[in-house]
């Protein structure tokens, strides 16, 4: 069963413009990882944030963990048209093991 | 180096038929596993590897799919008695240890379609 959910479905933007998705989860994790997908293939990892850090940086991504909303963000900065693809989110519960759980996914669109 | 690779690309097979997708993880990778990701139900865990331990296969929809891993490298996914909702794509990602908080890197996957 997906434990994640992301909001929202889809988005669409101009370049150059910052891009927000959201995703919550509903048990306890270990850490939060955010991926790219391109045309539906493979996926490519993008940050790793634990569940002890707040915060992390990674060039024009920031993202965001809030373990008492169950919740992260993950911010695109000055968003470029190579950016369009679709986000997801995956976590690795403490009940679980190391196997993933992902987040329904946003389509994001960056418009030239 | 060379990623995940996945062969083949792209499988039609027609129902009832038997499939097998291999999946050959970055090397030196302890950890493998197997995803699915079809419409309407997102990406989900089918069953991962580590090492010579037994495999955890909680994630398999029926007994019509098994996987192993031979030498602790190569990995092939069979399908048995296909059927059309088998039809999605399948990911495999290695990691370089089964460990909380370690990467997993994804092949491009094979797209089963079941006719």
């Known amino acids: 069963s997906q434990q994640g959910e992301e909001d929202p479905q889809a988005l669409s933007i101009q370049e150059g413009e910052n891009a927000t998705m959201n995703c919550s989860y509903k048990?306890?994790?270990?850490?939060l990882q955010w991926y790219r997908q391109n045309s539906g293939r493979g996926l490519v990892h993008l940050i790793l944030?634990?569940?002890?850090?707040r915060e992390k940086h990674s060039g024009r991504l920031r993202v965001t963990l809030d373990t008492s909303k169950k919740s992260s963000s993950l911010l695109i900065t000055a968003s470029r048209a190579a950016d369009t693809a679709s986000y997801f989110c995956?976590?690795?519960?403490?009940?679980?093991?190391?196997?993933?759980?992902f987040g329904e996914g946003t389509q994001l669109t960056v418009n030239p | 180096g060379a990623g995940v690779s996945q062969s083949p690309s792209n499988k039609v097979t027609e129902k009832g038929k038997d499939v097998e997708l291999r999946c050959d993880p970055i090397s030196g990778h302890t950890a493998l596993y197997w995803y699915r990701q079809s419409l309407g139900q997102g990406l989900e865990f089918l069953i991962y590897f580590q090492g010579n331990s037994a495999p955890d296969k909680s994630g398999l929809p029926s007994d019509r799919f098994s996987a192993e891993r031979t030498g602790g490298s190569v990995s092939t996914l069979t399908i048995q008695r296909t059927q059309q909702e088998d039809s999605a794509v399948y990911l495999c990602?290695?990691?370089?240890?089964?460990?909380?908080?370690?990467?997993?890197?994804f092949g491009p996957g094979t797209r089963l379609t079941v006719t």
């Open positions: 990602a290695s990691s370089l240890i089964s460990g909380r908080g370690y990467e997993q890197y």
């Open positions: 048990t306890s994790i270990n850490n």
């Open positions: 944030i634990r569940s002890n850090e």
């Open positions: 995956a976590t690795d519960a403490e009940t679980s093991g190391s196997r993933l759980t």
